[in-house]
């Protein structure tokens, strides 16, 4: 299987950390979207990352169609919960994070236009999504060790590509002295080496 992705994207990275704790040997192909012969095109008409490409010659996207995918390729044990209850519980708190991400990425990408052609109040509204969304994560992990039934899972790997992704592009905001739940949550996945493993680089 052949995973294309680039080094910075949370949702390629929540991708390959899937296929790590799966023990998934991924082929990975780095591109750089803004490139004219970029070939993400040809595996997702959508133009974004990830994609995979498994070995049949499909092609899987986005994200969390391909975790769905991993989890099911792989005889480990399942990192989305087959009780239905923990199931969509953990699949609200990817929903959350992914979403969350999508915000800041998108203050990100306006962030990086022209003064002139920047929308300020777009990217106002962007990172309020970031704000109200890493609250109520704080909120909802509280003490707990985990985010669903004190079980690392996909909850948690897309928890901690967010706060990745953030550590990443918005070191300004400070958000382990705001929100302490994430920071010590954060703190506990880089132990793990399919984290640390995929950690991006500064840029």
């Known amino acids: 299987m052949k995973l294309l992705y680039s ?5 390629a990275r929540k991708v390959r950390i899937f296929a790590l704790e ?5 082929e990975l192909l ?11 095109n040809q595996h997702n008409p959508l133009g974004k990352i990830p994609a995979l490409i498994t070995d049949d010659g ?5 994200s969390r169609v391909i975790v769905e995918y991993l989890d ?9 919960p087959l009780d239905f209850n923990h199931r969509i519980s953990v699949r609200r708190w990817e929903a959350l994070a992914d979403g969350v991400s999508d915000a800041a990425v998108a203050a990100m990408l306006e962030g990086r236009k022209a003064e002139n052609l920047q929308d300020a109040a777009s990217i106002t509204k962007q990172l309020g999504k970031v ?3 890493l609250s109520a994560l704080n909120q909802d992990l509280g003490k707990n060790q985990w985010c669903v039934n004190n079980t690392f899972s996909l909850a948690d790997i897309a928890l901690g590509s967010l706060l990745g992704y953030l550590n990443l592009r918005y070191q300004h905001l400070h958000w382990p002295q705001t929100y302490p739940n994430l920071a010590r949550h954060y703190v506990q996945t880089l132990e793990r080496a399919s984290f640390t493993e995929t950690v991006p680089p500064q840029a």
């Open 7 to 11: 080094h910075t994207s949370p949702y």
């Open 22 to 26: 799966k023990q998934l040997d991924l």
């Open 30 to 40: 780095a591109v750089t979207l803004s490139a004219p012969d970029c070939p993400i």
């Open 58 to 62: 499909d092609n899987l996207y986005d």
């Open 72 to 80: 099911h390729f792989s005889p480990q044990k399942p990192l989305i």
């Open 131 to 133: 704000e109200r969304g």
